[in-house]
């Protein structure tokens, strides 16, 4: 019998359905529980017309979506069909994957880990706390290879990435303070390397979001 689990990481790859960077419609979603299984890959048709696949960014197509997308509702079926009322959600920002996808917290899973929160460091330098991307926690923590293809994420392995670097924070530095704080140095010592929108202000006519070179004037939300 398989294991029950009680975590599930989710993530959210969305197409832009607008110039400005809050017009973003959900394109896939994927649910990895504790145990590292692969438990949902769903392509989304989105309902609005695309004026970006963002492809370097989501590894999305037109091509892929008109194949393997389903409606949202359908996908939205899927996802709430995977998680037990007691599921806690697992991901990086994942307040914002559980708005894109507008689940419930007490209804629909119990709460939620992010880990910005779990694995934000006190800079001294700077007087004040250091979060970090998911891919670059993941390549100090784990030594988690880069992409190799030409496209940044994929929700598959960003799903994937999430429970491993969760499951590396319980199970390894929570019962351990000096590989925590071992943890904590090397994710400072480690320069980042700039972001999709730090590099690409704006993508296909499309603003990235990055708050100092906006291009749209949209408003930000958190």
Not at 68 to 83: C, D, I, Y
Not at 93 to 101: K, P
Not at 167 to 181: E, G, I, K
Request: some cysteine.
């Amino acid at each position: 019998m398989a294991q029950r689990a009680k975590y599930y990481a989710i993530d959210v790859e969305a197409v832009a359905t607008g110039t400005d960077h809050n017009a973003r419609s959900v394109a896939q979603i994927s649910v990895v529980d504790e145990y590292m299984r692969v438990l949902l890959n769903a392509y989304v048709k989105p309902d609005k017309p695309v004026v970006s696949y963002l492809t370097p960014l989501t590894g999305l197509t037109a091509e892929v979506l008109h194949a393997h997308g389903v409606p949202l509702a359908q996908a939205l079926a899927q996802v709430r069909q995977l998680l037990p009322r007691d599921a806690v959600l697992v991901g990086q920002n994942i307040g914002a994957d559980v708005s894109w996808l507008g689940l419930a917290e007490g209804q629909d899973f119990e709460g939620m880990m992010d880990l910005q929160g779990l694995f934000r460091v006190w800079n001294d330098k700077f007087r004040s706390w250091s979060v970090f991307a998911q891919g670059h926690l993941a390549k100090v923590l784990l030594a988690w290879p880069d992409p190799t293809g030409p496209n940044e994420h994929d929700a598959v392995e960003d799903a994937r990435k999430s429970m491993a670097l969760f499951n590396h924070h319980r199970h390894v530095l929570t019962p351990n303070p000096q590989a925590m704080a071992a943890a904590h140095a090397a994710l400072l010592a480690v320069p980042p390397p700039p972001s999709f929108a730090k590099r690409n202000a704006s993508y296909e006519g499309v603003c990235m979001g990055n708050r100092k070179t906006c291009t749209c004037g949209a408003p930000f939300f958190g």
